[in-house]
């Protein structure tokens, strides 16, 4: 698992939506693999009869009252935005269909 | 022979759905704004719902209690621990970077839904899982740029999936209306398609007449009404069948649905490839149905459509049509449970069922008024029926009467006594008034007795127009027969 | 009075001996003196802190009581979300956001009287051991300015240390505030997790991350924590029981305590940081408590299994950073173009590191060899731990393996890595952990050693360290840069 390829390492940024440059690639795959080495000693473990712990404190999840609770004003959730336009966030266009048969 | 029904005699089709129905809670699911449709949009957001850096969800007893009613009402195996998911994709109207929803270990599982067919019966269909989820925000697209709405985001969602055994484009559609019937019947989504309350997913695939493997499927995305789920998965057998018959293969894929041109389109996605990547939510502890909240649930299940739908033809003996078009809509069946109530006898529930769909059906549908929105209550259908039945008026005079209870919302009663409208159906009476026609009309007597059938009607029209229409029909004919022998 | 204990400060304020307005600005103005050096502080927010010391002032003469903390001055660790104040977890990808809420510690630290000096430098999204992580600027070790402070709350360590605030807020994902603590020779404590509400702390691992002070005495640090912790309703993570009462704790003794010194915490470690943990056994028994050895068999698997699961659920809590709704944005054209631009330009190299490596455990297909074996290892670490709960009441061990190490000294991520080897398991297991000074090396560096304490049992955790604080002699030593 330790023999991580360029391409692997490449498919991980489209997933992460990572911009990596040529250097950042070649340095990824390089630190990449002498990390996940290390993360091999866990298969060593036997761990067939332990459930996995999702939380570090077992509870129940606790339930809201069916309660609204005030909005923010349109400016304020809008305020940060890099782009906002008529009280939507704009970006890009999204959709990216070609006919099919 | 249409493109279709040539597609479908050489391939059978195998149809899943994947249905998301909003829950109507006030508040959202993982965060408590509050959800309102047709608010501007970004009015209806929260630190939650724009995933500002530091927020958490929590989670709304609301959305757990109606998905369990529809968990019960599909005879699902309920897992008393389970649990929220990530599921990560990028997208613009998911500010987190992943939806909360559900993934190996879902609220419910192994469920049924019955749905009718058309041509009558019943299929019961599987339930693979019912799962609960939050809702993503809206796009628009205008141009280089689209717009988004996080109005919506983090709206509750079920998602009810189910076995792959639906075998036609109707019974696609038939699931949807059972399950839309469902969910009204259980209180818990308004289910209105056009606000997009309820949405659909379809997979579809075809296989050879005869075989038992399934073929490849692909998926359409986006449908947003009972007659677009009929036309989408049609159009896709059709497509589908073309391929297959032209020696092509099927590429599993999702294809959204555009109803504006009756047809489905590719999403080229390779670019934006996703892997959901799917993360037990390290924010949501596992949800827990208690012994208390199961026994809440049970308690408040209302009686569910096909119980409805058997009660009502077996105690009152409607017949199977009429019985389904008041089930529909929990609305109208309970007005017609209503009416029978009122009117005190099982005996006149055909009449009521007739009316109601019939007179009063009509009426709200021209108007464009749902059952809730009648003017005429179900106390007045009764009434109505009631004053036929014991001869007070006419079933002539009743439809003037509903169309002036419609009208105005006054009583039958009312109306009778205000108008003078009852019917005259003393015998003495009426002889008085046909002796008077007979008399003013001495060609037709002798006419009539001389064999001409045929003016029996001029005579009762007669008295009708003597009496403003007041006369019974039957003691008139009666009378009148009697006078002319 | 910049050198006394919280508990001190807010009685003078509140008696008048000391208006809040003077002792802010007494930091304030060292902190314009000191801090361009030290690197500590990312904003200082004057106005905002002068006008909040004001409102102490305005209480206390209206006869009203301000608060546990009236007037006591604290810097931030810049995860902590604050309305208005900008707030950017060390990363260029939040440049320029202004929050417009306050999380729940924050919050409560205000409700308590504390006056908010400003936001200090961390690692980017408090992933680091060194502070070197920072998108902004350095922050250097006031003991010896060509040293981290460790990570990732090493300006919070720093700023104590220095005498820049009276205390700080820091977190802990996996030994975040104890290893700058003891690099920084001042106590922190990473209460037990859930204690302390996350609402309002900027995500790294969600299941491991965790809100505690930094302090200059184990004193201030009970103080703090009794101020902080509590249910929050907003934290569906947020343990139910109230607010721990831990005022006396510091000073209670260790009189028929026993005292676990794990087998497995030896090995590869600094000489003189293996003898302050023997000092600090020793001290601990000559005052009463019972030491013995113990065993933590999983521990040398605590590092694999914390850095699947840690950089997994940081994947997740980082692709909310996408250029859309706050932060900001790059790349022209396309969508697709936007989100990684966006997160390329905006994300430095350790983040991005972590993200590949969460995103590659995630994967489907992966996820059982990677997130869910590394799960079920934490299963049973926490059995360890458990175990050894039957026989100690708390577990004494180093703290780092090193003292503070030089800038730029360690070069390769699992290297940099291992100076949280002793510090993860705790967060894994969810334990309340602290770090206290305990010794000082040849060097002059301070050395701190680490207790551990069963769940929910931070009074004993601060029982401990207060006895080895009290005997260890190097609680009042400052800096020479601090005098």
């Known amino acids: ?48 009869a332990v459930a996995p712990m999702t939380h570090a404190v077992p509870m129940d999840l606790r339930l809201r009252k069916d309660e609204p609770q005030p909005s923010l004003p ?15 966030f704009r970006v890009p266009n999204i959709i990216k269909t070609q006919e099919g048969a | 022979m249409t493109e279709l029904a040539t597609a479908l005699q050489n391939w059978e089709p195998v149809i899943g759905l994947e249905v998301h129905v909003q829950l109507a809670t006030r508040s959202k699911a993982f965060a408590p704004s509050a959800i309102l449709f047709g608010a501007p949009p970004n009015s209806l957001t929260d630190p939650v719902v724009l995933a500002l850096p530091g927020t958490l969800p929590t989670f709304n007893k609301a959305a757990l209690e109606m998905a369990l009613r529809l968990g019960v009402a599909t005879v699902s195996k309920i897992r008393a621990k389970s649990r929220f998911a990530r599921k990560h994709y990028f997208y613009p109207d998911s500010p987190k970077g992943y939806q909360i929803s559900q993934y190996d270990e879902p609220l419910c599982e192994e469920g049924v839904l019955d749905i009718l067919l058309p041509e009558g019966g019943r299929k019961r269909v599987k339930l693979t899982r019912i799962h609960l989820e939050e809702d993503a925000g809206k796009s628009s697209h205008a141009g280089a740029f689209s717009l988004v709405d996080l109005n919506r985001a983090g709206a509750p969602l079920v998602e009810v999936v189910t076995a792959p055994e639906l075998g036609s484009a109707e019974e696609a559609a038939e699931f949807m209306r059972a399950l839309h019937r469902m969910v009204r019947y259980l209180g818990i989504s308004e289910a209105d398609m056009e606000k997009g309350q309820m949405r659909c997913d379809a997979n579809v695939s075809l296989r050879r007449r005869g075989e038992d493997r399934l073929g490849t499927r692909a998926e359409l995305k986006n449908i947003n009404s009972f007659r677009f789920v009929q036309k989408a998965v049609e159009h896709e057998i059709a497509r589908q069948a073309r391929i297959l018959d032209g ?77 389904r ?24 529930a055909r009449t009521l069922a007739a009316w109601i769909t019939t007179e009063l059906g009509g009426a709200l549908n021209r108007d464009g008024k749902s059952i809730e929105d009648s003017p005429v209550t179900p106390a007045h259908i009764a009434a109505l029926v009631k004053l036929i039945d014991d001869g007070t008026i006419s079933g002539k005079m009743a439809k003037t009467v509903f169309d002036e209870v419609y009208t105005t919302g006054t009583s039958p009663d009312a109306i009778v006594a205000r108008d003078g409208l009852r019917q005259i159906s003393d015998p003495v009476e009426i002889e008085r008034i046909a002796l008077e026609v007979m008399a003013a009309s001495p060609k037709q007597v002798t006419a009539y007795r001389a064999g001409k059938d045929t003016l029996f009607g001029f005579f009762v029209g007669a008295v009708m127009k003597a009496t403003g229409g007041k006369a019974s029909p039957q003691v008139t004919s009666d009378v009148l027969r009697r006078l002319l022998s | 009075m910049i050198w006394s204990s919280v508990a001190d400060q807010a009685h003078a304020v509140r008696t008048k001996a000391i208006s809040a307005v003077e002792l802010t600005r007494a930091y304030l103005e060292r902190i314009a003196a000191k801090d361009g050096e030290l690197g500590a502080y990312l904003a200082v927010d004057e106005a905002g802190a002068i006008a909040a010391a004001t409102r102490v002032d305005e209480c206390v003469a209206r006869g009203e009581d301000p608060g546990p903390l009236a007037g006591v001055p604290v810097g931030l660790k810049d995860v902590f979300v604050t309305e208005g104040l900008a707030t950017t977890a060390g990363s260029r990808i939040l440049e320029g956001w202004i929050p417009p809420y306050d999380g729940t510690a924050v919050a409560q630290l205000r409700a308590a009287g504390a006056v908010v000096l400003g936001k200090l430098n961390c690692d980017e999204f ?108 907003r934290d569906a993570t947020s343990v139910v029981e109230p607010a721990p009462l831990l005022a006396s704790a510091p000073t209670a003794g260790v009189d028929g305590l026993t005292i676990g010194i794990p ?221």
């Not at chain 3, 720093?158 to 003891?182: K, M």
């Open chain 3, 126 to 233: 408090a992933m680091g051991s060194s502070n070197e992580n920072s998108a902004y600027k350095l922050c250097r070790n006031p003991w010896d300015l060509t040293r981290t402070p460790g990570g990732s709350s090493g300006g919070s360590a720093a700023a104590v240390a220095a005498g820049l605030c009276s205390f700080s807020l820091g977190t802990d994902t996996g030994g975040s505030i104890r290893q700058p603590a003891a690099m920084c020779g001042v106590v922190g404590i990473k209460p037990t997790y859930g204690r302390v509400s996350r609402w309002g702390v900027v995500a790294y691992a969600s299941s491991l991350d965790q809100v505690g002070p930094l302090t200059r005495s184990v004193a201030d640090a009970a103080l703090v924590l009794e101020a902080i912790c509590g249910h929050d309703p």
């Open chain 2, 325 to 348: 078009q008041l089930i529909e809509a929990p609305a109208l069946a309970d007005y017609f449970d209503a009416a029978i109530k009122a009117h005190g006898s099982d005996r006149a």
């Open chain 1, 74 to 88: 349109v400016e304020v959730a809008l305020r940060a935005a890099p782009d906002a336009r008529d009280g939507h």
């Open chain 2, 247 to 323: 020696g092509g293969t099927i590429v599993q894929e999702t294809r959204l649905w555009d109803a504006d041109r009756g047809a489905s389109f590719s999403m080229r996605s390779k670019e934006e490839a996703n892997d959901y990547r799917y993360l037990p939510d390290p924010d949501l502890p596992p949800l827990h149905v208690d012994g208390p909240l199961m026994m809440n649930v049970m308690r408040t299940m209302p009686e569910l459509p096909m119980a409805k739908l058997d009660r009502f033809v077996r105690d009152y003996d409607l017949r199977e049509p009429e019985a």
């Open chain 1, 1 to 48: 698992m330790s023999g991580l390829t360029r391409a692997e390492v490449e498919e991980l940024a489209v997933l992460a939506r990572l911009e990596l440059t040529e250097d950042e690639l070649a340095r990824m795959q390089v630190d990449l693999a002498a990390i996940l080495v290390h993360m091999e000693a866990l298969a060593e473990v036997d761990t067939s």
């Open chain 3, 263 to 483: 087998v497995e915490y030896g090995g590869d470690i600094d000489p003189e940081i293996a003898a302050a943990v023997q000092r600090a056994a020793a001290i601990l028994r000559e005052a009463g408590a019972n030491v013995v050895e113990i065993s933590l068999p999983h521990t040398r698997y605590a590092l694999p299994a914390y850095y699947v699961i840690a950089p997994a659920e940081a994947s997740s809590n980082l692709a909310r950073y996408d250029g859309i709704r706050y932060g900001i944005r790059r790349g022209e054209g396309g969508l697709a173009e936007v989100y990684r631009a966006t997160r390329g330009a905006g994300f430095g190299a350790e983040v991005k590191r972590r993200i590949m490596l969460g995103t590659y455990a995630l994967r489907a297909g992966y996820y059982d060899a990677y997130y869910k074996k590394a799960q079920q290892v934490r299963a049973l670490i926490k059995r360890d731990f458990e175990q050894a709960y039957a026989t100690c009441d708390a577990i004494l061990s180093p703290t780092t393996p090193t003292p503070a190490f030089a800038l730029g000294a360690n070069a390769t991520p699992y290297e940099m890595y291992l100076a949280d080897v002793f510090t993860l398991a705790c967060n894994l297991a969810g334990l309340p952990g602290a770090s206290v000074p305990a010794a000082r090396a040849s060097s002059g560096l301070p050395i701190g050693v680490q207790i551990l304490g069963r769940p929910l049992d931070e009074a004993t955790v601060l029982r401990v360290a207060g006895a080895i604080e009290r005997a260890a002699g190097v609680m009042d030593l400052h800096p020479p840069f601090a005098s």
